[in-house]
């Protein structure tokens, strides 16, 4: 996804001798594109001219033959310097002039080589190994004393994305959200897209995970039955949630209820208001949701299906849970820890009817994933597609209906 | 360069193909020495008595038989000279030698970086309104940013395209009126409109390209007298018609070498 570049500069008479002219079409007409940065055009004819040149291509081979082609007329690429590393003072603290990622393809110049930063993520530092050839990012909380951690900004680089090759809702990188928007075309691409990553991981392909950060209004609103099929016919391979959408899910197969609510009849039963504290005890009871299903306690429902598919689940905790249930990670830091260790394979994400898991699960991820963010409130979506140029769709939408059109997409028949 | 009053020679003692660094020079096309000598004389006595040229005569060196292409020496404006840097080793020799001499008549002499190719007036041509400086054959486009710096000039480069043309002098010459006389097929399609875009249509003549062949560009050009190699009739009637008078010479023992009227000289102010 991340092209290969390289600054190169031009100085003298460029402008009416037609050399940056020149330039600019041969990296064009050879198949790279450019972004003309830093350019000063001499106030008279005397004075010379000055031109910074992103030049970019599809491959690092392109990109030689690309600079091979415009040094002749001047095109040198710009002296480059490694990036500068300094010791971390202290367990979980940076230098004081670290710096902090965005979450584009970023690499950083180590021993007059550029290196490719794993992991990439926003609002977190970059350590380097001790040999200083490999970088991955670090959360402020995981450095620990003496990490060389990048600081300033030479020697770095950040990639913007390639637009993507499949041509669906996501190639438009426009990261739109409107209520006003016909949503069909755009679950029927997402749609296409699952399909593909679950046929490439039958076929053992790396990097071909569907990610579903949820809410508990997922169960609520009805749209239980339609997630539970797609997890049991392989279209979804991590969930991240709560304690609540486990709890409603599994209150569901127990008592029939969402937060008391008969989910057959939607009217509140006598008592109902207990079935979800009654259903985390029994839970707790028997040690895990695991456990649970395995031994018959729950058989239906998301958690049973996430079970038996081994899809790997994270429910990190909020401080108005109640219990919370027994598989919970009620250490923030540590949840988001959880959440980072199964992002890698992640190829699309879907967030759907959760501020809190959307948000956190955004922020997690790599701007080369591509990202549905589905709520009623179209403050949620515009708040991910604010983060910028990532590939984004929101859909202003009820979960349930979302969950069903897309499972129905997905030959799912109810 | 404005104008070519004082010009810089050499003569041709040890004038011969000893190798070949462009698509004019054979190693079994020998130079037949008395012929060479004759046609530089009959140059120097054109320039010397019918022009009223001053010539400045260097010392020719035993195994640098290019030297009497002074054009190549460097460049000169006032009292301040830049030596060339040669891309050819074979040339570079020259260097040290045309460095000395400028240093010695009093020259404030620049130098460029080592491996910053650049061939001197051979291919740095001055209009009034505009400098233009030939790349790829030889000099380093990157070179005329630094003299543009040295002389507080514009320099437009200019791409030369076919190694027949490897010196701008051999397909471009200013002429003293302010003309440009010019073989355009020699340049790449941004050159030609970079030229056109500062010389006026009614300014720019074009050789045919059997006389830009027998190299009718590499002529020398003072005041209203122009010397270029004979055998370019339809150059001299444009020139003629723009009021110059043509002195066609006999020079084709220096064409062996990819050299006519112009490269035999450099101008000194």
């Given at each position: 996804?991340?092209?290969?570049?390289?600054?190169?500069?031009?100085?003298?008479?460029?402008?009416?001798?037609?050399?940056?002219?020149?330039?600019?079409?041969?990296?064009?007409?050879?198949?790279?594109?450019?972004?003309?940065?830093?350019?000063?055009?001499?106030?008279?004819?005397?004075?010379?001219?000055?031109?910074?040149?992103?030049?970019?291509?599809?491959?690092?081979?392109?990109?030689?033959?690309?600079?091979?082609?415009?040094?002749?007329?001047?095109?040198?690429?710009?002296?480059?310097?490694?990036?500068?590393?300094?010791?971390?003072?202290?367990?979980?603290?940076?230098?004081?002039?670290?710096?902090?990622?965005?979450?584009?393809?970023?690499?950083?110049?180590?021993?007059?080589?550029?290196?490719?930063?794993?992991?990439?993520?926003?609002?977190?530092?970059?350590?380097?190994?001790?040999?200083?050839?490999?970088?991955?990012?670090?959360?402020?909380?995981?450095?620990?004393?003496?990490?060389?951690?990048?600081?300033?900004?030479?020697?770095?680089?950040?990639?913007?994305?390639?637009?993507?090759?499949?041509?669906?809702?996501?190639?438009?990188?426009?990261?739109?959200?409107?209520?006003?928007?016909?949503?069909?075309?755009?679950?029927?691409?997402?749609?296409?897209?699952?399909?593909?990553?679950?046929?490439?991981?039958?076929?053992?392909?790396?990097?071909?995970?569907?990610?579903?950060?949820?809410?508990?209004?997922?169960?609520?609103?009805?749209?239980?039955?339609?997630?539970?099929?797609?997890?049991?016919?392989?279209?979804?391979?991590?969930?991240?949630?709560?304690?609540?959408?486990?709890?409603?899910?599994?209150?569901?197969?127990?008592?029939?209820?969402?937060?008391?609510?008969?989910?057959?009849?939607?009217?509140?039963?006598?008592?109902?208001?207990?079935?979800?504290?009654?259903?985390?005890?029994?839970?707790?009871?028997?040690?895990?949701?695991?456990?649970?299903?395995?031994?018959?306690?729950?058989?239906?429902?998301?958690?049973?299906?996430?079970?038996?598919?081994?899809?790997?689940?994270?429910?990190?905790?909020?401080?108005?849970?109640?219990?919370?249930?027994?598989?919970?990670?009620?250490?923030?830091?540590?949840?988001?820890?959880?959440?980072?260790?199964?992002?890698?394979?992640?190829?699309?994400?879907?967030?759907?009817?959760?501020?809190?898991?959307?948000?956190?699960?955004?922020?997690?991820?790599?701007?080369?994933?591509?990202?549905?963010?589905?709520?009623?409130?179209?403050?949620?979506?515009?708040?991910?597609?604010?983060?910028?140029?990532?590939?984004?769709?929101?859909?202003?939408?009820?979960?349930?209906?979302?969950?069903?059109?897309?499972?129905?997409?997905?030959?799912?028949?109810? | 360069?404005?104008?070519?009053?004082?010009?810089?020679?050499?003569?041709?003692?040890?004038?011969?193909?000893?190798?070949e660094i462009n698509p004019w020079m054979r190693?079994?096309n020998?130079?037949?020495?008395?012929?060479?000598?004759?046609?530089?004389?009959?140059?120097?006595?054109?320039?010397?008595?019918?022009?009223?040229?001053?010539?400045?005569?260097?010392?020719?060196?035993?195994?640098?038989?290019?030297?009497?292409?002074?054009?190549?020496?460097?460049?000169?404006?006032?009292?301040?000279?830049?030596?060339?840097?040669?891309?050819?080793?074979?040339?570079?020799?020259?260097?040290?030698?045309?460095?000395?001499?400028?240093?010695?008549?009093?020259?404030?002499?620049?130098?460029?970086?080592?491996?910053?190719?650049?061939?001197?007036?051979?291919?740095?041509?001055?209009?009034?309104?505009?400098?233009?400086?030939?790349?790829?054959q030889?000099?380093?486009?990157?070179?005329?940013?630094?003299?543009?710096?040295?002389?507080?000039?514009?320099?437009?480069?200019?791409?030369?395209?076919n190694s027949h043309f490897y010196h701008?002098?051999t397909?471009?010459?200013?002429?003293?009126?302010?003309?440009?006389?010019?073989?355009?097929?020699?340049?790449?399609?941004?050159?030609?409109?970079?030229?056109?875009?500062?010389?006026?249509?009614?300014?720019?003549?074009?050789?045919?390209?059997?006389?830009?062949l027998?190299?009718?560009?590499?002529?020398?050009?003072?005041?209203?007298?122009?010397?270029?190699?004979?055998?370019?009739?339809?150059?001299?009637?444009?020139?003629?018609?723009?009021?110059?008078?043509?002195?066609?010479?006999?020079?084709?023992?220096?064409m062996k070498s990819g050299?006519?009227?112009?490269?035999?000289?450099?101008?000194?102010?």
């Open positions: 996804m991340a092209l290969a570049q390289e600054t190169v500069v031009l100085h003298g008479h460029i402008i009416d001798s037609l050399i940056l002219a020149k330039v600019l079409d041969t990296i064009l007409m050879m198949g790279g594109t450019f972004d003309l940065t830093d350019v000063k055009i001499g106030a008279t004819r005397k004075e010379p001219s000055h031109a910074k040149i992103i030049v970019r291509a599809s491959s690092g081979r392109l990109l030689a033959e690309i600079l091979e082609a415009i040094q002749p007329h001047g095109a040198s690429v710009e002296r480059e310097s490694d990036c500068t590393l300094e010791p971390a003072p202290a367990d979980g603290l940076f230098p004081e002039n670290f710096y902090a990622t965005t979450h584009l393809p970023t690499q950083v110049r180590l021993k007059s080589r550029w290196v490719e930063v794993e992991a990439m993520e926003m609002d977190v530092g970059i350590r380097v190994d001790r040999e200083g050839t490999a970088a991955s990012t670090v959360p402020m909380g995981a450095v620990r004393r003496g990490d060389l951690i990048v600081t300033g900004r030479e020697g770095i680089r950040v990639l913007p994305l390639e637009r993507p090759k499949e041509r669906d809702v996501f190639s438009f990188m426009e990261a739109q959200v409107s209520s006003e928007r016909p949503h069909g075309h755009i679950i029927a691409d997402i749609a296409r897209r699952m399909r593909t990553l679950r046929d490439d991981r039958e076929a053992g392909k790396e990097g071909s995970k569907v990610l579903l950060a949820g809410g508990p209004a997922i169960i609520h609103a009805g749209g239980r039955e339609a997630l539970a099929w797609l997890i049991d016919s392989g279209f979804i391979h991590v969930l991240f949630c709560g304690n609540a959408l486990a709890a409603h899910d599994m209150e569901a197969h127990l008592f029939g209820t969402s937060l008391g609510f008969r989910l057959s009849a939607g009217r509140a039963v006598p008592h109902g208001h207990e079935h979800h504290l009654r259903t985390i005890n029994r839970i707790r009871g028997i040690g895990s949701i695991e456990k649970a299903v395995r031994t018959g306690v729950i058989t239906g429902g998301i958690m049973a299906a996430c079970v038996r598919r081994g899809v790997r689940v994270v429910l990190a905790g909020s401080i108005r849970d109640d219990g919370p249930l027994p598989d919970v990670i009620t250490d923030s830091t540590a949840a988001q820890a959880a959440m980072r260790a199964a992002l890698p394979g992640v190829s699309l994400a879907l967030l759907v009817a959760s501020t809190l898991h959307s948000v956190a699960t955004g922020n997690l991820l790599p701007a080369t994933v591509p990202t549905v963010c589905v709520d009623v409130n179209p403050a949620v979506p515009t708040k991910l597609a604010d983060r910028g140029s990532f590939q984004a769709v929101g859909l202003v939408m009820d979960a349930a209906s979302f969950l069903g059109e897309l499972a129905r997409e997905l030959g799912w028949k109810a | 360069m404005e104008g070519m009053s004082r010009l810089l020679v050499c003569a041709p003692d040890y004038f011969r193909i000893e190798y190693l079994s020998a130079v037949v020495p008395d012929r060479a000598r004759a046609q530089w004389h009959g140059l120097m006595k054109v320039l010397e008595d019918d022009i009223g040229v001053l010539l400045e005569r260097m010392e020719p060196v035993p195994g640098l038989p290019d030297m009497v292409f002074t054009a190549n020496a460097g460049v000169v404006v006032g009292r301040r000279a830049v030596p060339s840097r040669f891309r050819h080793p074979e040339r570079q020799r020259e260097e040290s030698f045309f460095e000395a001499w400028f240093r010695t008549h009093g020259y404030e002499v620049m130098t460029l970086e080592q491996g910053l190719y650049f061939e001197g007036a051979g291919d740095l041509l001055g209009l009034p309104d505009a400098w233009f400086g030939g790349y790829r030889r000099s380093d486009i990157r070179a005329y940013a630094r003299l543009s710096e040295i002389f507080g000039r514009e320099i437009i480069p200019v791409e030369l395209v701008l002098d397909c471009f010459c200013p002429l003293s009126g302010g003309e440009l006389l010019y073989y355009p097929p020699a340049f790449d399609r941004y050159a030609r409109a970079a030229i056109a875009e500062r010389v006026g249509e009614a300014r720019r003549v074009v050789v045919p390209e059997s006389e830009a027998r190299f009718a560009c590499n002529a020398v050009c003072v005041a209203k007298h122009v010397v270029l190699p004979e055998g370019c009739p339809e150059t001299i009637k444009q020139l003629e018609a723009r009021g110059y008078e043509a002195h066609p010479l006999p020079l084709d023992e220096f050299g006519s009227a112009k490269c035999l000289t450099l101008a000194l102010e």
